[in-house]
């Protein structure tokens, strides 16, 4: 009986230890990139707030702004008040506060969000230095969060790296024969987004291919190859 | 000419004018309880972030604690460290900072949230307070809200007030003939939600007649009626 005892208490230790192993360092960075993912949710749901509360007040600056960061911080520079004769409703003081407070908020999750992604690049370039070189350290944890994992990731092939992200589009294609998707992700990329449109998809899979290269040799914990890798990327768009 | 001009001039300033004068004290209501119940959906969503990512850390701290607020203040209060020996991984001062971070973030938007609601208060009080003596800031705004406007709100019969905010159940009901609900965003009155089960209808039906009436005393900027209002309902809910 005390054998099946102590068993029971190696194997419950065991267990443990194995799930305690689990969190690697690609969990953080899964974990990171959503977290900062929904940040920008959060903050769209909040600016939506701001820009429909705030243009009862001065309705033209609202629509004269379009870019939500200038926005908010002419808002806090006062800047708006140069609108005189506006068509919005003069607002008391008391009634102008909470606005204002809901403006400082924003900026401050701003901030927060900076904070985030300075973390994120921290953790990724200590992983993947190679795959952040090309990727940057947003679309490079996206490539993991795909993937799942940093070694699910090494062992897709690059075409299936161009696509991840594309999941929904590709299925279509596949389904009901509508375009192929040229790239998910990767879109981002400003290799891409620069891009001519006939090019975008070359492009795409040219970086791909490359990203497949430096996930492999960081996994591999390997030499820095990210600059020279770039170079080639960077000849072959050419 | 020159008068088709002057015409439009006037004409241009008089819709200025109605524009300006359109936003009541009830649209600025309506903004901060749209505000406030965003809040919360953003609040709920860095929330879940959290957990998740703490629960790589100290999942059983996690699980042990399922009220939010006290969750987020005692990781603050480092309550947590009081675990040992969990099945959670060993994260770096590094890899828990940007959690601590969020946990102050979290808090943060917590505070925010009561200084809007406050704000809130400040405003029902002022625009209709027979009603809010009744219903509370926040269920009152959700009943403007969901009527449109004040003054929609007291043309309404009472028996649609009661069932404001349950308009998808009330629609079921109709059309498939599904039990017919009893109540909308009077379920969270404390009066309602202490109920007994099989009172709650009687109570909620009591409290929507009175409201209507409160909210018309408000409309009309008659006198203070709130108290003897209220307690005429608690004698009819005994």
């Known amino acids: 009986m005390d054998d099946i005892k102590k068993l029971r208490e190696l ?27 929904d940040l920008t949710k959060v903050i769209n749901i909040l600016i939506k707030d701001l820009r429909e509360w705030y243009s009862y007040h001065k309705p033209e600056f609202s629509k004269n702004c379009p870019d939500h960061e200038i926005f908010v911080n002419e808002i806090i520079e006062n800047k708006d008040k140069q609108i005189k004769d506006g068509m919005g409703a003069d607002l008391s003081k008391e009634d102008l506060e909470p606005i204002k407070n809901l403006t400082k908020q924003i ?55 161009q696509l991840l992200g594309a999941e929904e589009a590709l299925f279509r294609h596949i389904k009901t ?32 291919s490359k990203i497949s290269i430096a996930a492999r040799v960081d996994y591999a914990k390997g030499n820095f190859v990210g600059d020279q890798l770039m170079k080639q990327i960077e000849e072959k768009i050419k």
């Open 107 to 161: 900026i401050e999750l701003y901030k927060f969000k900076i904070k985030q992604e300075d973390y994120l690049e921290k953790i990724m370039t200590a992983l993947c230095p190679n795959m952040t070189t090309i990727t940057g350290s947003i679309i490079g944890a996206k490539l993991i969060q795909h993937a799942g994992s940093l070694k699910r990731l090494i062992f897709l092939p690059s075409s299936t790296v």
């Open 177 to 208: 024969g509508a375009k192929c998707p040229k790239y998910g992700v990767l879109h981002g990329h400003p290799f891409v987004s620069k891009a001519k449109r006939k090019d975008a998809g070359r492009v795409a899979r040219i970086l791909a």
């Open 11 to 37: 194997n419950l230790k065991e267990t443990k230890k194995k799930i305690k192993d689990s969190v690697k360092q690609d969990t953080l960075i899964i974990q990171t990139i959503n977290h900062i993912q």
